[in-house]
């Protein structure tokens, strides 16, 4: 049975949550392919398994984002907000390319949650 676009999200800040970040990874990508691959941008994806990723790797400076970034991290630049700051940017892209209702507050959210 197809879930909704909430029950997904839910559940994958459930997993998340509870420190289950590598499940919170598969489980966004599983979405991709079951439920929302014509619904969600394949970019959105993207951005919130490297937000998982980044969680999980917090102390792990060796970490590097999923996909290639227009930003370069400074010598003396702390290494998360390095990756939040890559994230806002490309939320912030993807915000302008969506027209869906739903995708749209979830980017406003994680952009508050990440500034």
Do not use: G, H
Request: proline share 3%; hydrophobic share 35%.
């Amino acid at each position: 049975m197809p879930k909704s676009q909430e029950e997904i999200v839910r559940l994958f800040f459930n997993y998340l949550s509870k420190s289950n970040y590598d499940e919170a990874k598969e489980f966004m990508e599983r979405q991709r392919l079951v439920f929302l691959n014509n619904a969600w941008p394949k970019a959105m994806f993207d951005i919130l398994c490297d937000f998982a990723l980044a969680e999980k790797n917090y102390y792990d400076t060796n970490f590097e984002p999923s996909k290639n970034k227009m930003l370069e991290r400074k010598e003396d630049e702390n290494y998360l907000d390095f990756v939040y700051k890559t994230l806002y940017q490309d939320l912030e892209k993807l915000q302008t390319e969506v027209d869906d209702n739903y995708v749209i507050k979830l980017i406003t959210t994680l952009l508050q949650f990440i500034s």
